[in-house]
């Protein structure tokens, strides 16, 4: 049997510096060396070595829907919200209710917004 471990996460974006910008201010990542050959590409850390990928590609059309999406968990999801009202982020529960987040039937609370690019991404508080 496999043992597979989350290793980063790769997405497209048309304006690397942009999406980096967002993912520094919205969800506080630390910018990390890429070592991919002298890529443009920029690397962020979410801990415990798991990585995002912000690769660039200006030309490429981004299509996404709210079921294509990554999920992080926080220990205060109600302080993370007052971040995203602060920083004028539109969120949203799983039913599209504006400024609202969602209770799942185990009791986990989530929200949902978007990046720059339109990549969805789930905050919930399931520790």
């Known amino acids: 049997m496999?043992?597979?471990?989350?290793n980063h996460i790769a997405l497209s974006v048309k304006n690397v510096d942009k999406s980096a910008d967002f993912y520094r201010k919205v969800l506080q990542l630390k910018e990390i060396k890429n070592t991919a050959f002298g890529?443009?590409?920029?690397?962020?850390?979410?801990?415990?070595?798991?990585?995002?990928h912000l690769i660039p590609r200006p030309n490429f059309e981004v299509k996404t829907n709210k079921a294509v999406h990554f999920a992080l968990t926080t220990n205060n999801l109600d302080s993370f919200v007052v971040s995203l009202k602060k920083l004028k982020v539109n969120y949203s529960?799983?039913?599209?209710?504006p400024n609202k987040n969602y209770?799942?039937?185990?009791g986990i609370k989530q929200v949902y917004f978007?990046?720059?690019d339109g990549y969805w991404i789930e905050i919930?508080?399931?520790?």
């Open 2 to 6: 496999h043992v597979f471990l989350l």
């Open 39 to 52: 890529s443009k590409t920029k690397w962020f850390s979410f801990g415990d070595g798991k990585q995002i």
């Open 93 to 97: 529960d799983w039913l599209d209710t």
């Open 103 to 106: 209770v799942r039937n185990d």
């Open 114 to 116: 978007q990046d720059p």
């Open 124 to 127: 919930n508080d399931d520790l």
